[in-house]
C-alpha cells in the first residue's frame, strides 16, 4: 500500500468535546502510524498547548498556529511570526475598544490585561487558565498568532490592517494571523520535505480554520460534527468524533486496507 500523510485537528477531531481522545481514534492512529503512514497534527494550537497529546500519540510532526509554525520530525522548519509594527498598532487600537489580546509565541502566552471575563471564558473552553499579563510581551518574542477577545462582528473594525487574517473559534474570540497565513500554508512546507504529491494527502477537520487545508490536499474529511460550510467543500463526511468518526473514515477510505478511494 503506498505511504500516505494524513493531518489531523485537534478540537473536535482529535479531541471529543470533553477535551479527551476517544478510544477508537487513539488505536485508529497507532495503527496508521505502524501502517508506515506519516500521522501528522494540524491546529490552530501553540505547541505548547498540545506538547502531552503529541507525546500520548507518538506524533512529532505538526503546523501549529494555523500554518504559522511547522516542525517536521521535531526539527523547525517553517516560521511566519506577526509584525511587531502592526501588532504595536492593534494594541493600541484595541486599548482604546477595551478588546484583549493574548500574544502567543511556540512557548508561552501573555495577556495584554489581567482577569479578563471573555479571556477567562474562551481559553477556560481549551480547558486553559487566564495567562499571565505582559502587553509589552509582543515586542519581546516573535508572536506567530494573537487572540483578539470581543464580540462577534466587532474584530470588522480591526480589519483596517491589511497584513492581518482574522478567524473566529469561539463566541467571544477571534484569531489574528499574518494574512495569506493558513493550515493549507503550513502544510505545503512540511509536504515539502516528505516530496509526496497532492493526492496523497488528506486531512480532516472540523472548523472554519480548516477550510484552505480540506481544500488543498487530496482528499479532505470533515467530522459528522464539523461546520456546514466545511462540509460543503470535503471529499468525504465522517461521523462524529464522539462516534468514533475518525476509526470510521480511516476504514471507509481504505487507509487501513486498500489503496483509498476518494467520494
Not at 481559553?123 to 498568532?145: A, C, R, T, W
Request: aromatic content about 10%.
Amino acid at each position: 500500500m503506498n505511504e500516505k500523510v494524513i493531518f489531523f485537528d485537534i478540537d473536535g477531531t482529535l479531541l471529543d468535546h470533553d477535551k479527551k481522545i476517544p478510544a477508537s481514534t487513539r488505536q485508529t492512529i497507532d495503527d496508521l502510524r505502524r501502517a508506515g503512514h506519516h500521522v501528522a497534527i494540524a491546529t490552530g494550537r501553540a505547541p505548547f498547548m498540545f506538547k502531552d497529546l503529541r507525546e500520548e500519540l507518538g506524533i512529532d510532526s505538526f503546523v501549529s498556529f494555523n500554518g504559522q509554525f511547522v516542525v517536521f520530525e521535531g526539527e523547525v522548519i517553517y516560521k511566519n511570526p506577526l509584525k511587531t509594527e502592526t501588532l504595536e498598532k492593534v494594541l493600541a487600537y484595541s486599548s482604546q475598544t477595551k478588546h484583549p489580546l493574548v500574544f502567543m509565541n511556540h512557548e508561552t502566552m501573555m495577556a495584554s490585561e489581567g482577569d479578563h471575563p471573555f479571556i477567562r471564558e474562551s481559553m477556560g473552553s481549551l480547558k486553559f487558565d487566564h495567562p499571565e499579563v505582559n502587553p509589552d510581551f509582543f515586542s519581546e518574542s516573535e508572536i506567530y498568532q494573537t487572540l483578539l477577545f470581543c464580540k462577534a462582528g466587532e474584530e470588522e473594525a480591526y480589519k483596517q490592517y491589511k497584513d492581518l487574517h482574522f478567524i473566529r473559534w469561539h463566541d467571544l474570540a477571534t484569531d489574528i494571523l499574518p494574512m495569506g497565513g493558513s493550515k493549507a500554508e503550513g502544510i505545503k512546507k512540511l509536504v515539502e520535505r516528505l516530496k509526496f504529491e497532492r493526492e496523497d494527502i488528506y486531512a480532516f477537520g472540523d472548523e472554519l480554520n480548516d477550510l484552505e487545508m480540506i481544500k488543498y490536499v487530496g482528499t479532505g474529511v470533515a467530522m459528522g460534527n464539523a461546520n456546514p460550510k466545511l462540509k460543503e467543500i470535503a471529499d468525504f463526511i465522517t461521523k462524529p468524533v464522539d462516534e468514533d468518526g475518525i476509526q470510521y473514515a480511516v476504514h471507509e477510505l481504505g487507509l487501513l486496507s486498500s489503496a483509498p478511494e476518494k467520494n
